[in-house]
């Protein structure tokens, strides 16, 4: 199929990377003329394993990208995958994707008759990729048809939300959980069910598809999202309980998690979620909801909880040394392992307590460094781990890359605190109690 995808970020890049891979002929299209050079050149902007390859294996033969839209009337499907940033009270700001929705309608207007696209029907089907509120597809839909101008009855607009983890992007979107059809008609449905059939053949077992409205897609996604986020929260205040009272929440967990109704997957407890899409979901959803006059009193303390964890760390660290004038070494800079992305890492308010305590940092990340140094200019960063350790009094491990696991010998390099040993305060359960190391699991 011919498809276009609007948007080359973290979600554009990743599909249409993915269609190309699945056998489709894709036109990226961003505003950015950097990040579409970038894409023609094989490269992705953002850190993503297995994404690079396949720019690389792809581009040049089912795969393009252009600053203009020339490719959408010609298409057989067109993705919107614009980013919707938060606003102060948390809502999400619709103005980028609303713009690439009208735009994405004049260009099938100003192609003329849109019975020269390949769809039958003389109909164009516009998949919103973007992660949107149940209210905000109107909102869109609005502008993609205002766009279209008379060409507004043929076109139709559906939603398609992502399940997409960073770090493992590529790989959820080829070995999926589930498919997601928001759409108003059989034709819009056969349309997604034809692009995403190879996918579906080259997986080793049945996916199941969800076919639904585009209100309820949507709400499928941030409901995925809140009880992931809200799931973590309760694990992680159970965990502090533990804490209270000498107990290893990993070995409650481990008990719990045979529970059928509860299941094993997101029980480890730590120092929080964070990222693009949990703490941006969770405050949408919550924004919305307090709009249509509901207050989400769960999901307002699933947040509390966990913007709370990274101080509960800091306590420890406290509790054995007072870091004023100390080096002390921040282990993981990147929200989770396998990217470079620190929106919202839990080390930010890690180093901000940190200075505040008049701390001397220095920060470390396998990949996320450079992405760090633009939001803190001014502590110190380190080449490696080992060099991190190098002279600190204490240490907090605030992203679990395996490299830390192994690290053993670096920390004979870390400096004694006044009051005695290193301090390690471990907030992922990575590092392994050792001598000579005065060792706090933030739950364990």
């Keep these: 199929m011919q498809v276009t995808v609007v948007g080359s ?76 940033p938060s606003n102060d009270d948390g ?45 905000g597809v109107a909102q869109v839909r609005e502008a993609l048809l205002a766009g279209a101008g008379d060409a507004a009855d043929r076109v139709e607009l559906a939603t398609n939300p992502e399940f997409l983890r960073e770090g493992s992007a590529v790989d959820d979107f080829q070995h999926p959980d589930k498919l997601v059809f928001g759409t108003e008609s059989e034709w819009a449905t056969e349309a997604l069910e034809s692009l995403y059939e190879p996918l579906v053949a080259a997986t080793d077992s049945d996916v199941p598809v969800i076919r639904t409205d585009p209100e309820t897609a949507v709400m499928i996604k941030y409901a995925n999202n809140a009880f992931l986020a809200a799931k ?14 000498g107990i290893d929440a990993y070995e409650v967990m481990d008990a719990i998690g045979l529970d059928d ?19 941006k979901d969770v405050d949408a959803i919550r924004a919305a909801a307090r709009k249509a006059g509901y207050e989400p009193a769960l999901l307002d303390a699933a947040v509390a909880v966990n913007d709370g964890q990274p101080e509960r760390m800091l306590e420890l660290l406290d509790s054995h040394v007072d870091v004023a004038g100390e080096r002390v070494a921040v282990l993981g800079l990147a929200f989770k392992p396998g990217t470079d992305d620190i929106r919202n890492s839990r080390a930010i308010p890690i180093i901000e307590g940190l200075q505040a305590r008049g701390a001397e940092v220095v920060g470390y990340d396998p990949v996320a460094t450079d992405n760090m140094r633009e939001r803190f200019t001014d502590i110190a960063y380190a080449d490696s781990a080992a060099a991190a350790l190098e002279g600190a009094s204490a240490t907090l491990v ?14 004979d390099a870390m400096n004694d605190a006044a009051t005695g040993d290193p301090v390690v305060i471990d907030g992922r359960r990575i590092i392994e109690r050792r001598d000579g190391l005065t060792y706090e699991g933030l739950t364990w």
């Design 9 to 84: 970020g973290y979600v554009g890049t990743t599909l249409a990377a993915c269609l190309a891979d699945a056998g489709h002929d894709v036109t990226a299209v961003d505003i950015d003329s950097d990040v579409v050079a970038a894409i023609n050149d094989g490269h992705a902007a953002i850190h993503e394993p297995g994404l690079d390859d396949l720019l690389a294996e792809h581009v040049g033969d089912r795969l393009r990208a252009t600053t203009e839209y020339e490719s959408v009337p010609d298409a057989d499907v067109t993705f919107l995958a614009i980013g919707t």
């Design 91 to 135: 809502s999400i700001d619709l103005g980028g994707l609303t713009a690439a929705a009208e735009m994405t309608g004049e260009a099938l207007a100003g192609a003329g008759d849109v019975a020269s696209s390949p769809n039958p029907d003389d109909r164009h089907l516009v998949v919103v990729k973007s992660t949107i509120t149940p209210p």
């Design 232 to 245: 973590i929260s309760l694990v992680n205040d159970l965990g502090n309980i533990c804490k209270q009272f």
């Design 261 to 279: 109704r509860i299941g094993a997957k997101f029980l480890r407890s730590g120092v929080g979620w964070g990222g693009s899409c949990f703490p």
């Design 398 to 411: 605030v992203t679990d890359w395996d490299e830390f696991a192994a690290l053993d010998d670096a920390f």
